[in-house]
């Protein structure tokens, strides 16, 4: 089962952003996920094919874009509630790019074997990759954070959420995820972090 969700849906919310520079930042390397350092010799797959993983949630061809565009909606969602709630001040360009981009070194980690999915072989986190490529390419530090840290004290990354925005991209992300686990009927990767935290104490 492929995604319905196409790269315009991404594209329409990055054209959310307010400033300019950050948003043709974003549109680009949404559009063109190469990378920066000549040494990283992985081929890039098409951002919109991509699965979200092997094996997990959103785990079909197109699955991290439907990912992608689903929580960045949600983190917009809960940024109005708790701009309401609490009158909180939510970066929302920090917030949207940090959402759209928080999975893009992906298509370094996936490639296609046939009709299957498997991994490259890249012993790299795809969150300080995509990190890491955010840096090169002069994102604001904040954006940078959100990306770094939105594998949150899991242990998938290697930051805490240390703002509003990076944490709501967190939340966001985590809910996203197991919310399609538990409508597909597949693993969630969340729970399994939490077992083994728990089976390490």
């Not at 874009?65 to 917009?76: D, G, N, Q």
């Amino acid at each position: 089962m492929e995604s319905k969700v196409t790269m315009k849906d991404a594209i329409d919310l990055a054209n959310q952003i307010k400033d300019k520079s950050l948003r043709e930042k974003t549109i680009k390397i949404l559009k063109d996920p190469s990378s920066s350092n000549s040494e990283i010799v992985y081929p890039a797959e098409k951002f919109d094919k991509i699965p979200a993983w092997v094996g997990t949630h959103h785990s079909r061809t197109g699955g991290e874009l439907e990912h992608t565009v689903s929580m960045t909606k949600i983190a917009l969602s809960l940024a109005e509630h708790f701009e309401k709630t609490y009158g909180a001040n939510v970066n929302k360009d920090f917030l949207i790019s940090g959402a759209l981009l928080h999975d893009i070194a992906k298509v370094f980690l996936l490639k296609r074997n046939g009709n299957e999915w498997e991994l490259t072989g890249s012993t790299l986190d795809h969150a300080a990759f995509s990190a890491a490529e955010l840096y090169a390419r002069e994102f604001p530090e904040e954006v940078v954070h959100i990306v770094a840290a939105h594998g949150g004290d899991q242990g998938a990354s290697a930051a805490n959420p240390r703002t509003l925005e990076a944490t709501i991209v967190f939340y966001s992300d985590v809910i996203d995820a197991a919310a399609d686990s538990a409508i597909n009927g597949v693993p969630n990767p969340i729970q399994f972090i939490f077992k083994q935290s728990e089976e390490e104490k």
